[in-house]
């Protein structure tokens, strides 16, 4: 693989509700947001990558509204990781020497209420409830109560991981929520699946975020390097095989072998990582990433969280956008809103939530089923 790829343009629209708005034209609104941002136009783009799970051919939608200019468009879906895979497709075209310059969307509309898995293919008997059950807030559960068993693990240290969260997205003008949720509120919140209350649960919205990634050739050409930001690494797992209980989910295994790879091709470690935006689908799955990220030892999750060590100001900052406990969490556009937030900090930019010198970041997505994305960021 010959150059290094950039990002040279990014940006997000605030998540939130969009009942008037379709898919297409959501995406198209982040789009032009991340060509402004380095002054390109799509007339200067080589191809589209969109990540989108509800709608179909949404890449070519949007060019339908922002600019037809003949590109190929690849369409991605991968569960929560549909955003970061997108990404991840432009800028391995990047480095095979296909392309230049690519646009990069992820955008989702997302239904109300709890999102159940439709049946698949020609299952004759509905598996749910057999051996557990495939709910996302079952799942989690079951990760925070396994967690708890093995080592001692609180109720409290998982609350606090959503007051965390809640407080940082209230310096945020892009979240959803901007909200302060004390302890006492989120403890306190309906119970969903515990140890997960309803404040402890990511927030469903619509969104959609963007990238421009550019040869390195081609951002120096353009006079485009004083903002850019350099991919250092990207890294895309399945579950490997491993002997398990079928009844305990695994949702551990992809994101350990994704953070091996992605720590390898930077040629750097845990303590060399600046930020974090990881994937607090539930507060239950941000402390056990803090494990599988090697942030810590197994077992460390909930020292971690009430030493204050993950949040702003602390050793290492783990979601300071709100995460997608309160930014929101729409599929198809998470991967690439995290991308935006950790280089808008690499580039000094995120105002009263920006983390102090940050050089180096790193983002993760998870969708069960499965597939783990993690990017290292660094400032160019």
Excluded at 222 to 227: E, I, P, Q, V
Aim: negative net charge; aromatic residues 4%; charged residues 20%.
């Amino acid at each position: 693989m010959a150059d290094n790829v950039y990002i040279v343009g990014t940006d997000m629209i605030r998540f939130g509700r969009f009942d008037d708005l379709g898919v297409p034209e959501i995406g198209a609104e982040a789009a032009l947001l991340a060509l402004d941002d380095c002054g390109l136009a799509i007339s200067d783009m080589q191809a589209l990558y969109c990540g989108n799970l509800g709608e179909g051919m949404t890449g070519q939608k949007i060019l339908a509204l922002i600019g037809q200019t003949g590109i190929p468009v690849v369409n991605c879906t991968n569960a929560c990781a549909t955003g970061a895979t997108a990404f991840r497709e432009g800028w391995a075209a990047i480095k095979a020497g296909i392309h230049d310059l690519v646009l990069c969307v992820g955008v989702e509309k997302m239904p109300r209420g709890m999102l159940v898995r439709r049946p698949a293919g020609f299952e004759p008997v509905p598996p749910e409830g057999l051996i557990g059950s495939g709910t996302m807030p079952a799942v989690f559960s079951h990760v925070g109560m396994e967690h708890m068993r093995q080592y001692g693990t609180t109720f409290e240290q998982f609350a606090k991981i959503s007051v965390k969260n809640h407080h940082h997205s209230t310096l945020n003008p892009k979240a959803m929520y901007r909200k302060e949720t004390p302890l006492e509120m989120v403890m306190e919140a309906e119970m969903i699946a515990y140890p997960n209350t309803k404040l402890m649960c990511s927030a469903n919205v619509d969104g959609s975020a963007a990238a421009i990634l550019v040869s390195e050739r081609k951002a120096r050409e353009l006079g485009l390097m004083d903002r850019a930001v350099k991919v250092r690494a990207s890294a895309l797992t399945s579950d490997p095989y491993s002997e398990r209980n079928l009844a305990m989910p695994d949702v551990n295994s992809a994101t350990r072998l994704a953070a091996r790879q992605a720590y390898d091709m930077a040629g750097l470690g845990p303590d060399d990582i600046d930020l974090i935006e990881l994937h607090d689908c539930f507060a239950t799955a941000e402390l056990v990433h803090y494990e599988n990220l090697g942030l810590c030892r197994d077992g460390e999750g909930g020292r971690l969280i009430d030493a204050g060590e993950t949040a702003l100001g602390g050793r290492i900052p783990v979601n300071v956008s709100g995460g997608l406990l309160s930014k929101g969490h729409p599929l198809g556009a998470t991967g690439i809103a995290n991308i935006y937030e950790v280089a808008t900090h690499l580039r000094g930019e995120a105002g009263a939530r920006q983390v102090a010198g940050a050089r180096i970041g790193m983002t993760h997505v998870v969708g069960l089923g499965t597939a783990c994305a993690i990017h290292i960021l660094e400032k160019a």
